[in-house]
């Protein structure tokens, strides 16, 4: 695999991957987090990984850039690393209930218009894909998952929304996602999700992480109704 290793600010550092997103890719930059974090133990204080890249940040005055980098570079160009985190993923996917419905989702017509499908057609489409969590980013719980169907690539909005809430499924280019909170938004709105996709008391805080394998179900009115209920 072709990549790059370079400054991303004062006190972080960036592998980037030539390659195109997929799952074998994010796997090796998973193992790679984890190998970090032992690795630099206290001077790491925290890491992201993108659709094709791993950043790396490091106390201040406590960084040593020569080491980190000729670390990732070790790392990136080892052809025997492992390519999964052992024990902590599985092909096992994420089940998220969706309502699919105008009331709940004002993209949903458009997107079946646009396609010409029907509006069941949209739904099945995206009900049938397993997508694969690649980044997370946006928002805290926002993960950025593909890719969706063909037939569904749609662009986003030319105006972002002011606000979309949380638990809004979206659909923007190639990939899907639900917001976890109430936020601004430029994706088009397909569903809604009852389920809280990020909660603080809750460990992990976030329903979905990177390396995962997500399906949408699809549910009645009345089930989305009765499961967004406070318990």
């Known amino acids: 695999m072709t990549f790059e290793v370079g400054p991303a600010g004062e006190s972080a550092m960036r592998l980037i991957f030539s390659e195109p997103p997929?799952?074998?890719?994010t796997r090796k930059l998973l193992s790679i987090q984890d190998t970090a974090q032992h690795y630099f133990?206290?001077?790491?204080?925290?890491?992201?990984i993108g659709y094709t890249?791993?950043?790396?940040?490091?106390?201040p005055f406590k960084f040593e850039r020569d080491r980190a980098e000729a670390w990732l570079r070790e790392q990136a160009d080892n052809p025997m690393l492992e390519t999964s985190r052992p024990g902590e993923r599985t092909e096992q996917p994420v089940i998220l209930p969706a309502f699919y419905h105008p009331s709940v989702a004002?993209?949903?017509?458009w997107l079946a218009d646009d396609t010409g499908l029907s509006v069941d057609d949209v739904i099945r489409l995206h009900c049938e894909q397993t997508y694969f969590a690649y980044a997370t980013g946006f928002a805290p719980g926002f993960c950025y998952l593909g890719n969706v169907d063909s037939r569904l690539v749609t662009p986003r909005l030319n105006t972002p929304r002011p606000q979309v809430p949380a638990g809004a499924v979206a659909i923007a280019d190639s990939q899907?996602?639900?917001y976890p909170c109430d936020s601004p938004g430029g994706w088009r709105l397909i569903g809604a999700c009852p389920e809280r996709l990020f909660t603080l008391e809750s460990t992990p805080p976030?329903?979905?992480?990177?390396?995962d394998f997500?399906?949408?179900?699809p549910i009645s009115e009345a089930e989305f109704y009765s499961m967004s209920r406070p318990t």
């Open 22 to 25: 997929q799952p074998a890719l």
């Open 41 to 48: 133990s206290e001077t790491l204080i925290d890491s992201v």
């Open 53 to 59: 890249t791993l950043t790396l940040f490091f106390t």
């Open 106 to 109: 004002p993209d949903l017509e």
């Open 176 to 178: 899907t996602a639900v």
């Open 206 to 211: 976030s329903k979905l992480s990177v390396g």
């Open 214 to 217: 997500v399906r949408f179900e």
